[in-house]
């Protein structure tokens, strides 16, 4: 069945409102940390994995059978809707979205034609009807911001400099429009359609946003996941956005139209909160690599960003980024039976 | 001849008084970018090359010849301790540092002896001294900070999470601790050697701290960054302390021991002036990115950041990050023009 607000945490603490309990999921919770991923992914492309509704929605239970969490994740990739048109990009295992042929030049606007979810992509809708059937905590569906897609169709790759991608953004700023533009249709046509098939929540990831200047950001990025945004607003769902190296975008990150903004573990969440309007939720922010340091260590970090969380209701706690291949599963499930056990709205500064 | 602290723009800026003119240098201003490195550098490891005085001195001065710039760097790399006392590393072109045996267990340590200059690399003072009887501008030394060359000798390589370096950190910060220790005493024996030998001014790059959650930056990597640099305090040269993503422990860097600290573009100089001391120089900060389109939008680039900082005396401009292998020369000499025709101490809001 799909989630009753005035019960779920998670939705509570999107909107603001008092939760029942302190709400908590963690980002890349199905995947490679699990073996019993490992054990039916195969070796195949996700783009392949994603399209068969009964594996994928299957993923997406896998860590809410391991962990108490408040909330699913539609297993699926941002790269999911670019390739559905045909625009010719695969995810490699160990390096990430790869296209063959980069965007380079008009002519490859060819290869970014409209997104028409139920003849691209029904697979999608497929899976989340699946699922909201399965679930009693809220899925979140999700889109990749149109910059980060375009890095990736810009570049080729991943990248640590995303030199291609700001040469075309400084460079030929009219063609970069386009591209976003109809980057931000696919995201707002794959998002309604996650929606209109039982998604509670969505969440917008422009992961590399943070490699740019903010004014850069706020003149050729912004505008587009505005657009995204908006194009979801009279479904009323709660709209999360994330990325991360954010710390200076956070204040522009929260007028990009959402409830929520995910933080990295870079800023200290009381730091984050001073940057954003105090209606806006926060999502974060323990730092993927501490959940390997082992228990103790998870217990100390988590308690800080409780205690620097204070006594705000707008809080659901996660990683700051995706949880590590590395991580070990049974951490992951006492950190999450560890934040449900604090009191809400209250500060946990001597608790732990 | 060694540069008079009297006349060098750059030697005034960086102890906060009035330059006689905007100093300007280009991270990385040395390599790739130049043809003229391309034709003599050859493709042996950069580790071979520095061991070359005559080569080293000859890279070093490339750059100067083409640009005007307020200083010069050696040509030399972060790694060069380290490779220098055995540990197994090498640099490895398109990839960087690696290490085939990475620092795994306290067994390592025996692989990190101390640093002996005169013994383990004189080529460098030999450098230093060929350079400083060339240069009418000041040479700047430099070395890593232990953070930064720990995590290549951990990781084994470069990395885009430094998960197997926080592991250790917080894992075992005892042996961490001793492991960037004598990754301090390296620094400082190196930098001493270059000083002695006739550098005016050192730059210790952290360019990877900016992964790390502030609180752990304090805790485990700032104490050994600032024995670096009070290792050399006594010698009374400017100190500069570089990283990227740094935007979350700009004020934790200003207070390493420092008269200068580095920016990179995500934080606006304004803003960065905020989170320093008054009395702190800063260097920086235009996107290495934003020189491949080309004049007319570095021109705007470069005017945004000179208004940003108004009228303060201690700033050197420079770009955020190391000059792109893809830049062009023609432009950077450029932009060295650029920055030395705007007065010195004004507002340059409406000249440009």
């Known amino acids: 069945m799909s989630a009753d607000p005035t019960s779920s945490p998670f939705l509570a603490a ?37 399209r068969d509704p009964a594996l994928a929605a299957e993923i997406t239970l896998q860590p809410i ?3 108490d969490t408040d909330a699913a994740i539609l297993y699926s990739d941002i790269m999911v809707p670019i390739a559905a048109v045909g625009f010719g990009v695969d ?50 569906g999700f ?28 460079g030929d700023p009219e063609l970069f429009r ?34 740019l200047h903010p004014a850069h950001y706020e003149r050729y990025v912004l505008p587009h996941t505005r657009a995204v945004f908006a194009g979801v607003a009279d479904l009323g769902v709660p709209r999360i956005h994330f990325g991360v190296t954010t710390g200076e975008l956070l204040a522009l990150m929260a007028t990009a139209g959402v409830e929520v903004v995910g933080v990295d573990w870079r800023v200290p969440l009381d730091a984050a909160r001073a940057r954003v309007p105090t209606h806006i939720s926060l999502q974060g922010n323990l730092d993927p690599a501490v ?48 934040v449900h056990a604090q009191p809400v709205g209250s500060n946990v500064e001597d608790q732990a």
């Open 291 to 338: 959940i390997l340091a082992g228990w103790p260590q998870v217990q100390v970090e988590a308690t800080d960003i409780l205690r620097r969380n204070g006594a705000h209701h707008g809080h659901i706690f996660n990683l700051g980024h995706g949880v590590l291949p590395e991580s070990n599963p049974d951490v992951l499930a006492r950190l999450a039976e560890f």
């Open 178 to 211: 386009e591209l976003l533009s109809r980057l931000a249709q696919h995201a707002v046509a794959s998002l309604r359609a996650q929606i209109a098939a039982g998604a509670s929540v969505v969440q917008v990831f422009d992961s590399w946003a943070g490699a």
């Open 14 to 50: 999107c909107r603001g409102e008092r939760p029942t309990r302190r709400p908590v999921w963690f980002q890349r919770q199905a995947g490679r940390s699990l073996p019993e991923y490992r054990a039916i992914r195969g070796t195949g492309s996700i783009l392949h994995a994603v």
């Open 143 to 170: 889109a990749g911001a149109p910059f980060t897609v375009a890095s990736y169709l810009i570049e080729g790759g991943p990248s640590r400099t995303y030199t291609k991608t700001k040469a075309l953004m400084l």
């Open 91 to 140: 995810i490699k295992t160990g390096i990430g979205p790869v296209a063959e042929k980069p965007f380079r030049s008009r002519a490859d606007l060819d290869r970014v034609r409209p997104l028409e979810p139920d003849h691209d992509l029904p697979y999608v809708a497929e899976t989340v009807r699946l699922l909201v059937r399965e679930l009693s905590v809220p899925l979140i």
């Open 65 to 67: 059978r391991r962990y």
